[in-house]
């Protein structure tokens, strides 16, 4: 499988889910790709992960209330700008992956206001592209298919396929039970 096969194929299949249901998978990617930007703080000593965890934790009130708050929702993106590094500024894959971690939240976040199904079904590229950087870097390799059949490809790859199928076959009545 191709890295545009992968991306078109998961990105298809979350555009399939409700909006709710693509807050939770969007949730979980973020989650997952949290410690990027852990390591880059600390490695750069910029920025603020409780800023972040505060992005995922607005994300999850909101998937279990049913409710977004507006004004709460502008503040938490404003938040999340400030701590958003500009690579140019660092340099370093980790900025790049730090920055990756950011703009999924950011996008969740932006899509909420107007509750924009087309802007989340890209998340999951966001964090297969993210993984691919990080194996490129620590392999120093560029070959397509060495990425594809790396075993944390593979991995995120198979956590991505069975938590669209999860969401895809859940009651929207036991979202909750996911996040």
Known sequence: ??????NETFE??????????????????????????????KEEEWGDKKIL?????FIKETIIKEKIYQEKLQEVIDSLLRVTP???????????????????????LESMKNQDKQQLSSIASLSFNSLRIWIEDRDNTFDESHIDND???????????EL???????DEKEIFSLV
Do not use: W
Request: proline share 2%.
């Open 1 to 6: 499988m191709t890295t545009q096969y992968i």
């Open 12 to 41: 298809q299949a979350v555009e399939q889910l409700s909006f709710r249901k693509q807050l939770v998978f969007a949730y979980h990617l973020a989650k997952r790709l949290l410690p990027n930007y852990e390591v880059f703080a």
């Open 53 to 57: 965890e505060n992005a995922l934790f």
């Open 86 to 108: 500009d690579t140019d500024d660092f340099g370093s894959v980790q900025s790049s992956l730090a920055l990756d971690v950011c703009v999924l939240l950011l996008e969740t």
């Open 151 to 161: 075993p944390l490809m593979q991995k995120e790859i198979t956590f991505q396929r």
């Open 164 to 170: 669209i199928n999860k969401l895809a076959n859940i």
